[in-house]
């Protein structure tokens, strides 16, 4: 069975730092593409970054290029988004997906990002 169970939201302060975990079963992250998407309150879902499976490429929306950065470790068959300099506008409830772009196969409840001073 898939499964994918996000952690390692919270609340932070504008520019502050967090640590975003999926931990995947049932398939091999690395046999996959993979995203990180989020939605904020009244929004759409916004694909936020991917890695290929194919080569480890990774890709960045304008919004978080610089600050962000996606990594897997396989042999805890985990997916991480590293987030700095976080900005009010990150605000949003995270999930990891599999595949690449927006349309990417969310399977987790995600995990509430809040930036607020």
């Known amino acids: 069975q898939v499964q994918l169970v996000e952690s390692g939201g919270g609340l932070v302060q504008p520019g502050g730092s967090l640590r975003l975990s999926c931990a995947a079963s049932?398939?091999?992250?690395?046999?996959?593409?993979m995203s990180w998407l989020r939605q904020a309150p009244g929004k759409g879902v916004e694909w936020v970054s991917g890695?290929?499976?194919?080569?480890?490429?990774?890709g960045y929306a304008s919004s978080v290029k610089g600050r962000f950065t996606i990594s897997r470790d396989n042999t805890k068959n985990t997916l991480y988004l590293q987030m700095n300099s976080l900005k009010p506008e990150d605000t949003a409830v995270y999930y990891c997906?599999?595949?690449?772009?927006?349309?990417?196969?969310?399977g987790g409840q995600g995990t509430q990002v809040t930036v607020s001073s």
């Open positions: 997906a599999k595949g690449w772009g927006p349309s990417a196969s969310r």
């Open positions: 049932g398939f091999i992250v690395s046999m996959r593409d």
């Open positions: 890695i290929s499976s194919t080569n480890g490429n990774t």
